[in-house]
Every structure is written in C-alpha cells, then in structure tokens.
C-alpha cells in the first residue's frame, strides 16, 4: 500500500525543492525543532522504508505517530505533494507491524474503531451514557478530582455541552420546504452523539434557507477516525455504506457540518480508486459533499434578523482549510449575523492539538501545541471562538475550561441559527 501510493505520486514527490516552507506549517516540527518530525522527513522516511534503506522499527513509527495530520503542510507546497495520502499510507504499514507485536494501544484502537464505531446501537449507547455524565453535574465533581489525562479528557467532554446562545435560538420542528433544494445531511457519530443540538441548529438553517430534507437512511460513520488511525480496510466499508445510503435518496447536495468528516467524503474517490465496482459511485458521491458553511455562501444566506452582541474570533479546523482549501465561507457566514464583531486571531490557520485522539495519545505535545492557541485567543480579546468541528470544539474548549477563561467555543451554524428569528 505505501509503496503503490509513493509510486502513484513519485513525480510529485520529486519535483519536492527542499524549499522548506512546510517546516513553519508543520505544528510538530515548530514545537520539537526535529527535522524527522516535518513533512518533507517523514516523507524521507516513507521512501527509506519503501527502497530497504529503513528498518519499519520503533524509530520510523515514533516520527509517524508524532504526526497530527493537520495537512498544513499541504496548503504551502508549491510541489503539491499529497502528504495526508501517504501519511495513511504510512499508518496502514505501521497499524499492521504493531498489530504482529500484538500491541495492546493498538489492540484497544482497533476494537474502539472496528466493533463500536462500526455498531450504530452501541456506539448511541455509549455516547448517550457520556451525554449523561456531561450533564448529570458528575463529570464537573469529578473533573476536580482527578490532574492529568483523565482530567483533561472530562475537560473535553465538558467541553461538548450546548452553548447559551441556544435559548435564544427558533427551536420549532423541522419542516421540509416542499420544491425546494432536496439536501441529505451527514448526522455523523461524535457530531449526533455530543453534538445533537448543532445537527439541529444546521437542519433549521438549511430549511430556513430553501432547503428539503431528505434522510439517508443507513448511514454510518464517514471513516475519517479509521483513515487516520490505518485502519483503511474498515474505512473503505464505511464509504461504500455510507455512497450506497445517500446515492439512494436523489439529493442534490450531501451536507456535512464537521470538517474532518467533509474532507474524508470529498476523498472517497482516492479512498476507493481500487475497487472497480465503486470507483465511479464514489466520485459521484463526493462530487455531491458541501460543507454547510460552503453551501450557503454559493447559494446566498437569507438575511437573519436577530442581533448578536459577540465579540468572535475564527480557529479554522485544519481539514476545512488545509484538506478542503474552504478559508473564506465560514467567515462569510459569521459576517452575516448581525451585531458580530469579528476580532482577528492570531494563528487562526495552525492546528490546535486535538487531532481526533491525539491529544490523549500524546497529551504533552497537544498540550503545548493547544497553550499556542489559548495564548492566541487571549491576544484577541475574543469572548467566542467559532470553529467548524467537534473535535476542535472540544480541545479548544477543554483549554478554555481548564485555564478559566470567558471564552465560549462554538459552530458557526449554532450564531447563523441564534440569529434567525420568528
């Protein structure tokens, strides 16, 4: 697999200048000032491993788990080197090697990926239980108990409740707009779990602005956690379930609201470029993924006619800027609310540390990465920061808890939402 993607790309991966342009992009390689920890080293070592000159050994995948996958790396190549690709790639290989040592993280990874992410009923009840304990008041009497990791992934945890701005917003049922733009929207697993209110929030926005929606029966999880972690088998799976699911409902457009998932569906054509029978399905599908912030900008946002008094600085999630190369839309759609002061925050293009589960996987790194940004924040005043995923939703929000700022992290969608009025 490493090797069939290294040679798919071995033009690209030769026309690399050495400039060094990612080596600022690159979060690990800023924080640790090693050069094996950058992308043009890593890819070094991806094709040291390919030509026999380097031993697959705990060396190679230190520097590759090091890796957050922002892609940041990506946006500021003048080669157009495919890092995200080859960096799954290189997780394939090295998820194979530690499952031979049969290591137990591994173990654990693969069964929290495989047999409960892949299980619609276990994985609602596992997170409905986690909304439970969010809400419950347990999870903040606990939080104080408890230092380290455990108390940072409550922090995340508490870091997914609905914000206020919620009361204010129209909570009345959804009703489809008959003849107009028929819509499927991606609910997601973490995103319908933790985050319902925003699924709902973007459901009433999309009707609000001249939408029908339709349901995608038999979705499942888009296989971005799967993709990232190497696991790309399963993730291959989950892409024809879900290109089976939402070709069946005719929809023009398949609506996605959490950025790490838009970028895995837009890629379901590379995920699938090897499989005859779904090649074409798959390209078809992912002609049809908008984020929600890129799809109401096309079409034009009706003017909302509430007021929101907010400060609100933008953090762009890595894989809405750097994989989908959507900077401007989300931005667009915060200027559209009324009463929004728009404060600049520096950074806003550098990945804050979460990086799906890599803030427990190496919480020292993420943490110093994460101080950067809530750093950032504090210089822009800012009384919200918006951001369009749920897991920089979370780590951002977790740094806010933990630091006891007035900050409150929150979707675009969920200001757009807030500011429509009956």
């Not at 690990?28 to 080293?41: A, F, I, K, Q, V």
């Not at 080669?79 to 031979?100: C, I, M, N, Q, T």
Request: proline content about 5%.
């Amino acid at each position: 697999m490493l090797a069939s993607l290294l040679d798919a790309n071995t033009e690209k991966l030769l026309t690399c200048v050495h400039c060094g342009l990612c080596l600022p992009a690159c979060p690990t390689y800023r924080h640790l000032g090693n050069e094996n920890d950058s992308p043009r080293g890593r890819i070094y070592l991806m094709r040291g491993v390919v030509e026999g000159k380097v031993a697959l050994g705990e060396a190679f995948i230190s520097h590759i788990d090091l890796c957050l996958g922002c892609r940041g790396c990506e946006t500021v190549c003048p080669s157009g080197v495919p890092y995200g690709h080859l960096l799954e790639a290189a997780r394939f290989e090295v998820a194979k090697d530690k499952h031979a040592r049969a290591s137990r993280s591994e173990a654990l990874l693969r069964f929290v990926l495989n047999e409960v992410f892949t299980r619609r009923r276990l994985l609602r009840s596992g997170l409905a239980l986690a909304r439970w304990f969010r809400d419950s008041g347990l999870a903040r009497a606990v939080a104080r108990l408890l230092s380290g990791r455990l108390r940072f992934a409550i922090a995340l945890l508490l870091a997914s409740r609905s914000p206020h701005l919620k009361r204010q917003a129209n909570a009345a049922p959804i009703a489809g707009a008959k003849g107009a733009t028929p819509v499927a929207v991606l609910k997601g697993c973490v995103m319908e779990g933790l985050f319902r209110e925003t699924n709902r929030a973007t459901e009433r926005v999309l009707v609000r602005n001249g939408c029908e929606l339709v349901d995608a029966n038999g979705q499942v999880c888009c296989g971005a956690l799967h993709a990232h972690a190497g696991q790309l088998e399963m993730a291959r799976q989950l892409a024809r379930t879900n290109i089976d699911a939402f070709l069946e409902t005719r929809s023009d457009f398949i609506i996605v609201n959490a950025a790490g998932c838009g970028a895995a569906m837009k890629e379901y054509g590379e995920l699938l470029a090897e499989d005859p029978l779904y090649y074409d399905r798959a390209r078809v599908f992912s002609s049809k993924v908008k984020d929600v912030s890129e799809f109401l900008i096309e079409k034009g946002i009706e003017p909302p006619s509430g007021h929101i008094e907010r400060h609100v600085a933008y953090d762009a999630p890595c894989h809405l800027m750097h994989a989908q190369r959507i900077a401007h839309a989300p931005v667009e759609v915060l200027k559209s609310i009324p009463g929004i002061t728009l404060v600049p925050l520096p950074r806003f293009e550098s990945c804050c540390g979460g990086a799906g589960i890599y803030n427990l996987q190496h919480p020292d790194l993420s943490n110093d990465i994460l101080s950067e940004k809530i750093k950032s924040i504090v210089e822009s005043g800012a009384d919200t920061v918006a951001t369009a995923n749920p897991g920089c939703i979370m780590q951002i929000g977790a740094g806010v808890l933990l630091n006891g700022l007035k900050v409150e992290v929150v979707h675009p969608i969920d200001l757009l939402d807030a500011s429509y009025k009956e």
